[in-house]
């Protein structure tokens, strides 16, 4: 991180990730929650732009923002009463003691990994400006055999679906 | 009517000073050609005269000038530029941004006076023609209207979420047009990822969609909302699918590069694959709510869909974004499958972002040639030919571009001849699947004979039609 710009992009939208995130949190309404959380996947994807991880900052918006919430909006429309007072959860003190014992988790794996860091000439050494080819040439090369396992498994839970919804129609 | 306000005492008052006015005009625009004549004739244009009317290129030279890497600038002027390499940064984003607001703003004003008088013209009536001259002025009268009226807010309504929605669904609505390549070197946000930034682009309007239908507490929007998400979801499929297929075949999914691609092997994609096109195209027309995939807001059914409780300029904006949207959607059909701004050539004579407005609207006037002539397809139709039909063909599509696509890398020959090649073979491949699928789903025109168009034939058809334009 050197410019300037940069910097204030980060922090500005690291604000609003986390500002975002602690407003699905104290939402009492579920679809404001929904919304709150689609402002943060933004926000994250807004960090990985400023990383120039761009094919990642539009796989987040198109996965997280655009599919995944609409997911959540349906899972709300369909549920009764989803769009209750949802101010007093019987879950608070569990799920505050397993998201903090997470997060400190997390922490300590970032703080205690070695993470190679680049700078200068080192960086501008290793920069490749395609990540959309690097990956896709990963994906075919040295994941294959992950990417494949992660389409079967796809298509297996979209056969899955179409048949738990299918009508019987020998009846 | 008062005397001063008579239409032809008026006009009789007023023609002397419309004479004056048009001769004046034509006076300046004989000497701007003049000087133009002088400008090519005195040679100082020489090397440049065909850049000198190129956007792209004056584009380019600004950002090398504002760079500090053209040679005839001096030298602290260079050292300055050198140090501030924002500067090209922000003044092209502004010189863009200004562009594609401008061009938007414009398009929105005439495009609504054009379609209404084109479907008008196509359901023999005459469409708009009191306001102005032709009733050029329609949308300007309609935009004043729609700001004086009140916005009423529905009981019970979330008014948070309520107030949103005509916001948000502007914001997709602008920023689609960015990755469009308007001629080389012109083209806003020349990102690597361009299509899957429209994608990601065009999933964000469906939340606003909702927010709007669900929180307007109104049976009639919630259900629109609720055909609108159903669509979106299921139409993304086919759209994602043959936005694919053209990465695939050209390999690289950069908007320009896919029109240069084009432009270099001197061939339409959509000529390769017409099976893609069409998927793309209807795709579009469902994510767009137009015609024949107007299920969300389906007058005759439900009253008006997800915007049926907004009034004034709220709905003025859905109705704005809409016709906004179909243009952009234009837009990609002719960057993407009718060769962006080349014309086998002729770019090189007429400006490219010329020749591409050209296609934007000749891709937009089928839209509403589509709009005026189609009926409306039911919920479940709209459904079942997007998973049943077009997902699968665009799969086997997909397959078969791969395999071409590997061929074309490993191909020596004329570059003719293998394109020659495959249109024949995705021509063929386009009539036997679209023919040999819907006989698999079960359609039989033999069993069930095509209906004519009673209603047409009875009052007297196309004849009567052109006896009722003449009357």
Redesign the interface.
């Known amino acids: 991180m050197e410019s300037t710009g940069v910097i204030i992009g980060f922090w500005a939208l690291a604000g609003l990730t986390v500002g975002s995130a602690a407003l699905v949190f104290v939402a009492r309404n579920l679809l404001h929650a929904v919304l709150a959380l689609v402002l943060s996947f933004m926000g994250m994807a807004g960090l990985f732009l400023t990383l120039s991880a761009d094919f990642i900052a539009m796989a987040q918006i198109l996965i997280y923002a655009g599919a995944i919430s609409v997911l959540l909006v349906f899972a709300v429309m369909l549920t009764p009463l989803a769009s209750r007072d949802n101010g007093n959860s019987l879950f608070a003190l569990p799920g505050l003691a397993i998201g903090g014992a997470f997060a400190l988790l997390l922490m300590f794996i970032a703080v205690d990994v070695d993470w190679p860091e680049l700078r200068g000439a080192a960086l501008a050494e290793r920069a490749f400006d395609d990540t959309i080819a690097a990956i896709g040439r990963s994906l075919i090369d040295r994941y294959a055999f992950a990417f494949q396992l992660a389409s079967a498994l796809l298509l297996v839970a979209l056969i899955g679906a179409i048949a738990l919804v299918r009508e019987d129609s020998e009846r | 009517m008062s005397a001063a306000l008579d239409p032809i005492r008026l006009r009789a008052k007023l023609a002397p000073r419309a004479l004056a006015g048009g001769a004046l005009a034509l006076v300046v625009f004989a000497a701007l050609n003049v000087a133009i004549a002088a400008l090519v004739v005195s040679g100082a244009l020489d090397d440049q005269w065909y850049d000198f009317r190129d956007l792209g290129l004056g584009v380019q030279q600004l950002r090398e000038w504002l760079d500090g890497r053209t040679a005839d600038q001096p030298g602290w002027l260079t050292d300055v530029l050198r140090s501030t390499t924002?500067l090209s940064y922000i003044v092209t984003a502004l010189l863009g941004a200004t562009g594609i607001l401008s061009f938007v703003g414009g398009v929105l004003l005439v495009l609504i006076w054009v379609e209404r008088r084109l479907i008008g013209r196509i359901q023999v009536r005459r469409g708009p023609n009191r306001v102005g001259p032709f009733g050029l002025l329609q949308p300007i009268a309609d935009a004043i209207k729609l700001i004086q009226k009140e916005t009423l807010i529905p009981v019970g309504a979330?008014r948070?979420?309520f107030f949103l929605p005509p916001v948000l669904v502007f914001i997709p609505g602008l920023l689609v047009w960015a990755p469009i390549p308007w001629a080389p070197h012109m083209t806003y946000l020349d990102?690597?990822?361009g299509v899957?930034?429209l994608?990601?682009?065009g999933?964000?309007a469906?939340?606003a969609i909702?927010?709007a239908g669900?929180s307007s507490n109104n049976h009639y929007a919630l259900l629109g909302a609720?055909r609108t998400?159903a669509m979106?979801?299921s139409y993304?499929i086919p759209l994602a699918l043959s936005l694919l297929t053209v990465v695939v075949l050209t390999g690289t999914?950069q908007l320009s590069a896919i029109v240069e691609w084009q432009s270099v092997h001197n061939v339409w994609i959509g000529m390769l694959l017409p099976l893609t096109l069409f998927t793309f195209f209807f795709s579009s027309t469902a994510e767009l709510n137009r015609t024949p995939n107007d299920i969300a807001e389906a007058e005759s059914e439900i009253v008006a869909g997800f915007h049926t409780e907004y009034s004034g300029m709220k709905f003025g904006l859905f109705y704005a974004v809409e016709l906004g949207n179909a243009v952009a959607v234009s837009a990609l059909v002719a960057a993407l499958f009718l060769g962006g701004w080349s014309l086998f050539g002729l770019q090189e004579w007429v400006p490219p972002y010329l020749v591409f407005a050209a296609k934007v609207g000749a891709v937009y006037f089928v839209l509403v040639w589509l709009r005026g002539t189609l009926p409306r397809f039911r919920l479940d139709q709209l459904m079942a030919f997007a998973w049943k039909y077009l997902i699968p063909l665009a799969l086997v599509q997909l397959a078969l571009v791969a395999v071409e696509a590997a061929l074309l890398r490993r191909w020596e020959g004329e570059g003719v001849v293998a394109f020659g090649g495959f249109i024949l073979v995705n021509g063929l491949f386009t009539v036997v699947a679209v023919r040999g699928w819907a006989r698999f789903l079960g359609y039989a025109p033999e069993r069930e004979p095509l209906l004519r168009p009673m209603l047409t034939t009875g009052v007297g058809g196309i004849e009567a039609a052109d006896r009722m334009r003449t009357r």
């Open positions: 924002w979330d948070f979420m990102t690597n990822v899957l930034y994608v990601a682009i999933s964000l469906t939340l909702f927010m669900w609720m998400v979106m979801i993304e999914a």
